[in-house]
């Protein structure tokens, strides 16, 4: 007659419907339980301590089931089957799923796939492989086909494909720990990796990526008549001592440290943002180590004018904000569960968020004055008192970091200092591999862990080793963010064709192609600009500043808003949507700066019309210009032929110009 069972049943009006069928062991316990008097644990009673999974990992067939067994271990030394009574979650239902009494199942799509286990607060996983092909002779062709792979220095792609010089992987050693662990991969489920790609689209991906700018057609030719074996690892050189490339990632963490300037008068506020803007630049363009960068944000103090990584606190201001925006941006971690309630699927609980907010519980601020919502020109400073108090049991809660013991600190120590040298020491769990994860994602278009910022044991890498390997080399050298880069862009899968095939169709864990993605809404317009030749003009900047040097997401530009510019709310990389939309491909028909662009009595299209160009030459500049390449010959012919049939040169230049760069392989890196 329990209320609980009676409403659990569905035998009484309940809002959230059937929980439990009597038949049920879940029942039985609960109503054996109510019949004892509900009684509280003891004090003496054995402790939970760890959950256990049986087996950890296998590897799985196609449509395959596979029994788990889940084994409580408590304080005492016992242990207890409880199979039946854990809660169990896979993180990818379409490659396996999991029923409530821990029978996974897996489906028709192969990959990687993790189940969780959840008994009382102790988690343990369950990794599962599904190779893509199973079959021993198959296996063996695809063995054969891997052990040619061989990351040598390959002949040029004229021996391939009869285009493009290609003879580039000179880097790349078999002992190199990225590319082993991408072949182990492959081999493990037996899939076969795209052909290399040829060098102008490595040129163009590449640019694009370090710099956020196309190449141009005198590059392509330089780099293309280039037959040096270490030519790819000299240009990633090259494009790492560009400004363009500070430039570009300085926006990436302008967004992900919120420098925003929308919400208060932009007037007094513009000074701020680029002052904080500039300084990521500087900071990037001199490659200072990451560690030093994190750091010297975290631990800011004084004016916001003469020390800029104070500005980071303009915007970060509650112990919220300080937690989430921290675990995020530089741990990998979402924790934003843990304000209010033990994490459902991690070990966070409220102690810890709290905990981790007291770091930042002395910070203090005077001067400046109240702008709308913000205030601003604020010094930062440590203050004399402050505390944290757990919103349960209100005890204050001395500092510490995530998972681990209180810093042990004096009555005039900052714990900003503490936490940062936590952060950024070489043993801790979260900071290189976030990094490293974080530029992979960047660089191949899916982080190893996926979400980027959402590291926990339900969702684990996609590759351990791989990101262990980066993270260890990442930490190994200083922190040294190009050397990071310059391993990414030279592993053998950044390298790789988009284009799939039989051996690899379907994958998107492995890396066994390059991933293609949209251009980002600065790097788009900014590429729409160098192709025109006309540069956009943004209100209140000075002229010539591109779309990646703009100083805050609050400079009016309507192509950018509607390409997916992020607000700057969060230090969450999803903030900027690269997902289609109808008002995308409406702004490319319809957008008054793309046409203003095209119709500029002194951009690159009148003056190209006003050439004494032939067609066929006029079609192949454009495609270089636009796309990177030669225009194929149907592309050519089709272009010459249009060019030829239309009265007007300088309207059959724009057309020509805008139908190109509307297609997929320009708005698209790939």
Known sequence: RSLLLLKATARMPHGGGRRLEESSDDYQVLREWIAQGSPKPGTDDPQLVRLELSPEEQVLSKNE??????????????????????????????????????????????????????????????????????????????????????????????????NQNNDNQGDRQDADPTNTHLLNQWRQLGVVPSALADDATFLRRASIDICGTLPTPEEITEFLADTGSDKRSRLIDRLLDRPEYASYFAMKWADILQNRGAGYSTSQQRASTA????????????????????????????????????????????????????????????????????????????????????????????????????????IIFLSNRGETRHPRTSEILKPRPLGGAEFSLGLDDDPRISLARWMTSSDNPFFARTMANRMWAHFLGRGLVHPIDDARSTNPPSNPELLDALAQEFSASGFNVKS???????????????????????????????????????????????????????????????????????????????????????????????????????????????????????????????????????????FMRVLARQPRPDEQKAATDYLASEPDRAEACRTLLWSLLATNEFLFNH
């Open 65 to 162: 089931t596979l029994q788990l067994t889940a084994t409580a271990i408590f304080s005492n030394g016992t242990s207890r089957d409880v199979t039946k009574r854990a809660v169990y979650q896979s993180n990818d239902l379409s490659i396996a799923s999991i029923e409530n009494d821990g029978l996974v199942r897996t489906a028709d799509q192969p990959g990687m796939v993790a189940v969780m286990a959840r008994f009382g607060d102790q988690i343990a996983t369950f990794h599962a492989a599904v190779p893509f092909v199973t079959d021993p002779v198959k296996r063996a062709l695809i063995e054969e086909q891997l052990r040619g792979i061989g990351f040598q220095p390959v002949a040029s792609s004229s021996q391939n494909n009869g």
């Open 275 to 378: 002052l904080f803007s500039g300084w990521i630049r500087d900071s990037l363009a001199d490659n200072k180590s990451y560690d030093q960068f994190v750091s010297e944000i975290i631990t800011a103090s004084g004016s916001q004018y003469q020390n800029p990584p104070a500005l980071w606190y303009r915007t970060v201001r509650k112990p919220s904000e300080y937690v989430e925006s921290v675990a995020q941006a530089f741990l990998g971690v979402r924790v934003q569960c843990a304000q209010c309630h033990h994490h459902p699927t991690e070990r966070w609980s409220q102690e810890d968020y709290f905990s981790f907010a007291a770091n930042f519980a002395r910070v203090g601020r005077k001067g400046g004055f109240a702008d709308a919502e913000v205030p601003t020109d604020e």
């Open 484 to 622: 990071l880069i310059r391993s990414i862009t030279l592993s053998h899968a950044y390298g790789l064709e988009s284009t799939p095939h039989d051996g690899n169709a379907g994958d998107s864990q492995t890396f066994s192609r390059f991933y293609p993605r949209r251009l980002s809404a600065e790097v788009l317009l900014d590429g729409i600009s160098q192709v025109l030749d006309v540069p956009t003009e943004f209100a209140g900047v000075p002229a010539g500043t591109r779309a990646i040097e703009l100083p805050d997401e609050n400079v009016a530009a309507h192509f950018l808003d509607v390409f997916g510019r992020p607000a700057r709310m969060s230090a969450c990389e999803c903030e900027r949507v690269d997902a289609p939309a109808l008002t995308q491909a409406l702004e490319l028909v319809n957008s008054a700066e793309i046409q203003r662009k095209l119709t500029a009595k002194t951009g690159y299209p009148q003056l190209l019309a006003e050439s004494d160009t032939s067609h066929t030459e006029i079609a192949t500049e454009v």
